[in-house]
T-cell receptor, first 114, second 116 residues
Framework: AQSVTQLDSQVPVFEEAPVELRCNYSSSVSVYLFWYVQYPNQGLQLLLKYLSGSTLVKGINGFEAEFNKSQTSFHLRKPSVHISDTAEYFC????????????FGSGTRLQVQP | GAVVSQHPSRVICKSGTSVKIECRSLDFQATTMFWYRQFPKQSLMLMAT?????????EQGVEKDKFLINHASLTLSTLTVTSAHPEDSSFYIC????????????FGQGTRLTVV
């Protein structure tokens, strides 16, 4: 089975500052990795994904993430955040066998302050 | 990207009644859909995997008689919360994946269920 750990439940940051949201995973097989964003009372929107190839992936809204197999990590970064980035961020993994459902981390609340 | 529509977005019901939540894939056919439950300030917990034309696969600890799932067509899955109680109050989210390889999941807007 897979598991995902998001070490930071909340990350406060000032507007225009850089941010990194951490994600570590555990799996006995190869995984696919995703970052989703959730605004209050809404579903999830995909920010970016890693399926294969280049370990640095770029997503929407200026976010990027780097897959590090040796450290089993997939940290999310943005060089300069905006107030509108305030939301809940979820890291998720899936495998290409079985039901292929996503396994989510506990989420990180990004709070951007003016 | 693909669109998944979930309805209703918000529902309030009385204890003991049943509530049906619909999840539709609008521009693709989804042989498999997933139902998640999210408690306040917590992550999404997979409840069940909905398979078109067959019985749903429930996760351990999820009562299949309370949470009835029907996936009658390639674009519609429904979750019925039967004999709802206040502890069933939660945010329910469905998702679907495009057929084939390891694509991302597309999520509905979620349904806020409040049982009074």
């Amino acid at each position: 089975a897979q598991s995902v750990t998001q070490l930071d439940s909340q990350v406060p940051v000032f507007e225009e500052a850089p941010v990194e949201l951490r994600c570590n995973y555990s799996s006995s097989v190869s995984v696919y990795l995703f970052w989703y964003v959730q605004y209050p009372n809404q579903g999830l929107q995909l920010l970016l994904k890693y399926l294969s190839g280049s370990t640095l992936v770029k997503g929407i809204n200026g976010f990027e993430a780097e897959f590090n197999k040796s450290q089993t990590s997939f940290h999310l970064r943005k060089p300069s955040v905006h107030i509108s980035d305030t939301a809940e961020y979820f890291c998720a993994v899936s495998v290409d066998t079985g039901r292929r459902a996503l396994t989510f981390g506990s989420g990180t609340r990004l709070q951007v302050q003016p | 990207g693909a669109v998944v529509s979930q309805h209703p977005s918000r529902v309030i019901c009385k204890s003991g009644t049943s509530v049906k939540i619909e999840c539709r894939s609008l521009d693709f056919q989804a042989t498999t859909m997933f139902w998640y439950r999210q408690f306040p300030k917590q992550s999404l917990m997979l409840m069940a995997t909905s398979n078109e034309g067959s019985k749903a696969t429930y996760e351990q600890g999820v009562e299949k008689d309370k949470f009835l799932i029907n996936h009658a067509s390639l674009t519609l899955s429904t979750l019925t919360v039967t004999s709802a109680h206040p502890e069933d109050s939660s945010f329910y989210i469905c998702s679907a994946r495009l057929p084939g390889g390891p694509t991302e999941a597309f999520f509905g807007q979620g349904t806020r269920l409040t049982v009074v």
